[in-house]
């Protein structure tokens, strides 16, 4: 009898360590040593980390709002996700953490962030603080002088992180990935994925 039972646990305990491994949509990071913590001041200036937001999933997007290109296009996207979740939306948090803190003040981060989808957060630090930050999520931001108003450009690296709702660190998403798989993958983590 005690043979039978031992066989028995075991074969259960096999089958329930060879589940299905979870197959997202974006780039899997579970297990990641990187990006785990986060600790600016959001654009109401209160100090904010990552383990306000537990219970959300969490989406922590790096860029600039002097960015020409990419960072209008992926907070705008984040924004289509956002309603395309519906009533879910409100269990996902949008952080866009700046690369420029030299222009982009508080002020200026709560008129650009919040205009894509109202509750965004625009988070910023000092240069030693950004610095700090992108060297924990593996950001490549570099100044670029260029000619005219502007002065100079922010070359940096456009996709985004995704957190589960217990703070883990679970997805790289590409800038030029569809609101669909988003969504998709925003979901099956909202589900205890």
């Known amino acids: 009898m005690t043979r039978r039972l031992f066989?028995?646990?075991s074969i259960t305990l096999l089958l329930a360590c060879n589940r299905a491994p979870v197959a997202f949509r974006n780039t899997d990071l579970t297990g990641a040593t990187f990006g785990r913590q986060l600790s600016l001041n959001d654009h109401h200036g209160q100090l904010r980390s990552l383990a306000d937001f537990r219970g959300k999933a969490v989406v922590v997007f790096f860029g600039y709002?002097?960015?020409p290109d990419i960072c209008p296009t992926m907070l705008a996207r984040l924004a289509d996700v956002m309603k395309v979740l519906g009533d879910d939306a409100g269990r996902v948090q949008v952080l866009?953490?700046?690369?420029?803190?030299?222009r982009d003040s508080a002020d200026r981060l709560k008129d650009f962030v919040p205009w894509f989808y109202p509750t965004f957060l625009g988070l910023r630090g000092d240069a030693a603080q950004t610095k700090v930050v992108t060297a924990e999520f593996r950001v490549f931001a570099a100044r670029k002088p260029v000619s005219g108003e502007l002065g100079y450009v922010i070359d940096h690296s456009s996709?985004?992180?995704?957190?589960?709702?217990?703070?883990?660190l679970r997805l790289y998403v590409k800038d030029t990935v569809s609101v669909d798989d988003i969504v998709a993958d925003v979901r099956m983590l909202l589900q205890g994925s």
């Open 7 to 9: 066989l028995l646990l």
């Open 65 to 67: 709002t002097s960015c």
């Open 96 to 102: 866009f953490v700046t690369v420029d803190p030299e």
């Open 159 to 168: 996709g985004a992180y995704v957190f589960d709702p217990t703070g883990r």
